[in-house]
Each structure stands twice: as structure tokens, then as C-alpha cells.
């Protein structure tokens, strides 16, 4: 090492020493939104261009679709025969969630985008693969008091009135720009879209994830938004929802305590009630869902999915 470089190196390990080291209790943490993802394809039609953050779907699934370009109005796509609007954030760009319904036969299915610029018509057209969503089979034995839950009119009588709760969201995303996390940290003690067999072989789905959680675990948002319903239910026992807004909803079901009203809004990570054992439930544990747009999809995809906000 040269004679120059070497008293370099001294001055600035000298600099370096005279620094006082911070304690680690006053280090500052700072959140920054994760940048958007590259996309996994593009595709470029009269100047907009689409965005796809998939490659392909699975049952119960959802991918992330964007839209650019000057003057674009009134995006909508089409997949797997239902229709669904774009939503608009400040970068201009236009958004929309792609998502597949848990029973959706697997195989090429088409997506179809299209959206108005003055009186031309803009559309994009690609083929998506739906995978199977490998869905496990369980065997569950309710205790005698809770057998009566076991049945499909009680079931659908719930299903009927979740869609009614699920379906008052606004036009604009109510998350912020950390987007979706776990409800508690516990390991996943049974799996979304499980085939479930019950009491005299009623056949069922499980709508959700369920975690490990003794009883009275504190139980928080997965992402910001506003209270939509806190209140028993039969199956689901006292539960909550959230509305995250573009109609995305988060479900915690069998909590022993809520503390949340409708109509209040909710930050991310915010307690929001108290895990149980209430409804159709074996032992104390956390049950909670994804609904989107009606449909029950796997709450990790949303977890694990970036966002914009
Ligand atoms: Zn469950």
C-alpha cells in the first residue's frame, strides 16, 4: 500500500472511531413501501400498456393486473365470465385484481382488458393458465353441543348474508402502502379450500386459513381499512370484517372478544379482538379469510402480493 493511501485509511478509521456508537434501543426504524415489482409480462396496445404481476393462477388465487397510458377511461376486464372494474392511484396508473373463484375448472382460461380513449376502444386479449389448487381433504367431528352447526341450510343462510356484508366497498383502496400481513404470528394449523368432511358426512369447504392461537391471542387488521361487521355469527362465532376497500374484506371468526364497531376504521396491525373457540369450532384457534368481489380466495396470496396504495 502506498505511503498516501495508508494515511488515508488511518485518518478515516481515526473518523470512523470518533463517531459515538448509537445505542441499539435508539436506532430509528424506517418503513418504506416496498417499489413496484417488475412485471412477468407486458403487453402494448395504441400506446397503453399492460401489466402483469402473474405467471399463472391457481384455484382460489389472485394476481395483480396494471394499465397505463394517456387518456385511458373506464377500465374493465373479463375473466372467467365475470367482469371487474380497474381501480385508479395516484401515479395514474389504473389497477385491477384478477382473481379466481376456489372451484374455477383449471386450464386456459382468457382474459380479456378493455378501456375507453376518446371514441376509440383499446382491448388486450392473453390466455392464463389456472392451476388446481392442490386442496387437501380433512375429516373434523364437532362435539355434540355444535353438531347442530353442521348443516348446509345454516351454512348457505351465512354464505347469503357474508355477501350482503361484502358488498358495500368503495372505488379506492382503503390498505396503505404496507399492504396485507398475518392476523397473528402462529404457525398455519389448516389450510385454505380444504375438502372437509364433518358429523354424518356433510361435506364442506374451509373458506380460510386457520393459525395456532390459544384463547384470548390478541388478534390484529391485516391491513387498514374500515370495520364493515363485528357481531356473533352461527359458524363463524363472534367475527369481524374488514373492509379494505375495491372490495377486498378480511373475516376473523371465533373470537371470544371484539373491539371494533362498524363504521370505525382500523390501521394496519391494530388489535382488533380477542382469538376463541366461539361457533363452529373445535378449540380455541384463529379461523380468517379473504373475500374478494364475493369470492373466498387464499389470504396468503393477498399477504404475499404487492400492492399499490
Ligand atoms: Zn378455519
Same mark, same amino acid.
Given at each position: 500500500m502506498l505511503p498516501t493511501a495508508r494515511l488515508i485509511l488511518a485518518c478515516l478509521l481515526l473518523t470512523l472511531s470518533l463517531i459515538p456508537a448509537r445505542a441499539q434501543d435508539s436506532l430509528d426504524i424506517i418503513f418504506q413501501p416496498a417499489p413496484r415489482p417488475m412485471p412477468t409480462a407486458v403487453m402494448i396496445e395504441s400506446g397503453a400498456r399492460l401489466e402483469l404481476y402473474f405467471s399463472s393462477l391457481k384455484q382460489g388465487g389472485l394476481g395483480l393486473l396494471r394499465l397505463a397510458g394517456d387518456g385511458i377511461e373506464d377500465p374493465r376486464l373479463d375473466f372467467l365470465g365475470r367482469e371487474r372494474r380497474f381501480f385508479q392511484v395516484e401515479d395514474d396508473a389504473w389497477y385491477a385484481l384478477l382473481i379466481v373463484d376456489m372451484n374455477a375448472s383449471p386450464g386456459l382460461r382468457q382474459l380479456t382488458v378493455r378501456a375507453d380513449r376518446g371514441l376509440e376502444e383499446i382491448s388486450f386479449a392473453r390466455d392464463i393458465r389456472v392451476d388446481s389448487g392442490r386442496f387437501i381433504l380433512q375429516e373434523f367431528e364437532l362435539p355434540a353441543n355444535r353438531a347442530?352447526?353442521?348443516n348446509p341450510a345454516i351454512e348457505a343462510a351465512e354464505f347469503a348474508r357474508l355477501d350482503e356484508i361484502t358488498s #358495500?366497498?368503495?372505488?379506492?383502496?382503503?390498505? !396503505?402502502?404496507?399492504g396485507f400481513g398475518l392476523p397473528l404470528e402462529s404457525e398455519t394449523t389448516s389450510p385454505f379450500g380444504a375438502f372437509r368432511v364433518l358429523n354424518d358426512g356433510v361435506k364442506t369447504r374451509h373458506t380460510g386459513w386457520d393459525q395456532r392461537a390459544s384463547s384470548a391471542t390478541p388478534v390484529h387488521a391485516m391491513a387498514s381499512g374500515k370495520v364493515a361487521f363485528a357481531a356473533p355469527l #352461527?359458524?363463524?362465532? !363472534?367475527a369481524v370484517v374488514i373492509d379494505h376497500g375495491v372490495g377486498v374484506y378480511t373475516l376473523y371468526a371465533h373470537l371470544s372478544q371484539s373491539n371494533v364497531t362498524p363504521g370505525e376504521t382500523v390501521d394496519a396491525g391494530q388489535i382488533i379482538g380477542l382469538s376463541g373457540n366461539s361457533g363452529r369450532s373445535t378449540g380455541p384457534h384463529l379461523h380468517w379469510e379473504l373475500i374478494v368481489a364475493g369470492h373466498w380466495l387464499d389470504g396468503l396470496e393477498i399477504v404475499a402480493l404487492w400492492l399499490p396504495s
Open positions: 347442530y352447526l353442521v #358495500e366497498s368503495g372505488p379506492k383502496p382503503l390498505w !396503505d402502502a404496507g #352461527e359458524i363463524r362465532g !363472534d
